[in-house]
């Protein structure tokens, strides 16, 4: 595939490309558009090459998902920790409300916060399978996965989505992430 | 079998926050020009770099070349075919230090001068004390054939017998075929 070729790919996914990149980073649109800007960059200088041996809108979600956790390192080695995922969470929630519209359900709201409590793992599934219409299998290789690992990942996630939208209190999912993720970055 | 009602639900819900996100997403074509700045940003500073190393190497290799060709003209010795252009400004160096002059026969000397001296030549110009020891070197140089102009009866033929000396001693001067004839 010659990069005229890529090119006009890369437009036609573009719109997919940024709503992976969102969910990359956790909804940070400066992020997310520098994230997207580094990856057409690496792909425009042949850093990242298209071997063809999947779907193009896999490779290119495996790519933006690497390029979006070693920015977020490097990000990580730049400055302090942060306080934690509840000041991330609330300044989401805070931005989500000066940008939202003014129609936006309670629902959406809470889905969203929710959304950003759950793993990352399993937030990606759930984004790749129900966002961005992947299959499972297709899901599992852009998070370098087995189908097995992905299927977990999307079936725990729907789980918690769903005690979260039931109206199960949203600090459970602080107290279980810090369970089991003890040493995780929140 | 249609999806269960939660991933019905889900499902509405991601499709309303794809909605939101389609209203937000940047142009194609401004960041596919960012990238294509930065790459030429870097492609230019990138040939400016090299332009400064390549140089650096540059000069360096030019450094290290005359060295080592100033070391190099230092130590090779002169072709002969300078010799004849010099042969009368060598003279004048055997002229000029005489004690280093060579004991043999002054025209052999002479002429190994001629042929090994104009190295020495052209250093004593410059005043190089290494010079004139080369020099000095060169004018004891004798031809290794010179011991077959020797003989045993040097001492005898080079010397003269005296008169208050006895015959038989006088007769150790003789060859033997004169001493028969005389006894005869």
């Known amino acids: 595939m010659d990069i005229a070729e890529i090119k ?8 997919a490309s940024f709503g992976w990149a969102l969910s990359c980073c956790r909804h940070n649109h400066a992020e997310a558009e520098e994230v997207l800007q580094t990856v057409y960059l690496k792909i425009l200088e042949r850093k990242a090459i298209y071997r063809e041996e999947s779907k193009l809108k896999t490779w290119l979600f495996a790519v933006i ?13 730049r400055s302090l920790m942060h306080a934690g995922a509840i000041s991330r969470i609330t300044s989401v929630t805070c931005d989500r409300e000066t940008d939202a519209q003014l129609e936006r359900s309670e629902l959406q709201k809470r889905f969203q916060v929710a959304l950003e409590i759950l793993p990352a793992r399993q937030r990606e599934t759930l984004h790749l399978v129900f966002y961005q ?36 209190d949203v600090e459970y999912g602080f107290s279980w992430r810090r369970k089991e993720n003890s040493g995780a970055l929140l | 079998m249609g999806l269960a009602g939660d991933e019905k639900r889900i499902r509405a819900l991601f499709f ?5 996100d389609q209203l ?4 194609f074509d401004r960041l596919r020009s960012y990238a294509h700045v930065s790459r030429q940003e870097r492609a230019s500073a990138f040939s400016r770099s090299l332009v400064v190393v390549s ?23 002169r ?5 004849l252009s010099t042969t009368p400004n060598v003279v004048s160096v055997g002229i000029d230090k005489p004690s280093e002059v060579a004991s043999g026969p002054a025209k052999r000397n002479q002429t190994t001068r001629s042929f090994h001296r104009p190295a020495s030549h052209r250093r004593a110009q410059t005043g190089g004390g290494a010079i004139m020891l080369r020099a000095v070197a060169l004018s004891q140089w004798q031809s290794p054939t ?10 005898f033929l080079k010397s003269l017998p005296q008169l208050d000396q006895s015959a038989r001693e006088l007769e150790s001067f003789l060859p033997r075929n004169h001493v028969k004839e005389s006894s005869q």
């Open chain 2, 55 to 77: 140089v650096c190497v540059a000069i360096s290799i030019l450094c290290a070349l005359t060295m080592w060709l100033r070391n190099s003209v230092d130590q090779t010795p």
């Open chain 2, 146 to 155: 010179a011991g077959f102009l020797g003989s045993p009866s040097d001492s």
């Open chain 2, 79 to 83: 072709p002969h075919s300078a010799v």
């Open chain 2, 16 to 20: 309303e926050l794809k909605a939101q």
């Open chain 1, 65 to 77: 998902r690497n390029t979006a956790i070693s920015e977020r390192r490097k990000a990580v080695l």
């Open chain 2, 24 to 27: 937000v997403v940047p142009a």
């Open chain 1, 133 to 168: 219409d992947l299959s499972l299998r297709e899901a599992a290789e852009v998070m370098n996965v087995s189908i097995g690992s992905a299927r977990r990942h999307y079936e725990r996630g729907k789980k918690r989505l769903r005690e979260a939208l039931n109206g199960e």
């Open chain 1, 8 to 15: 006009a790919e890369l437009e036609k996914l573009h719109p």
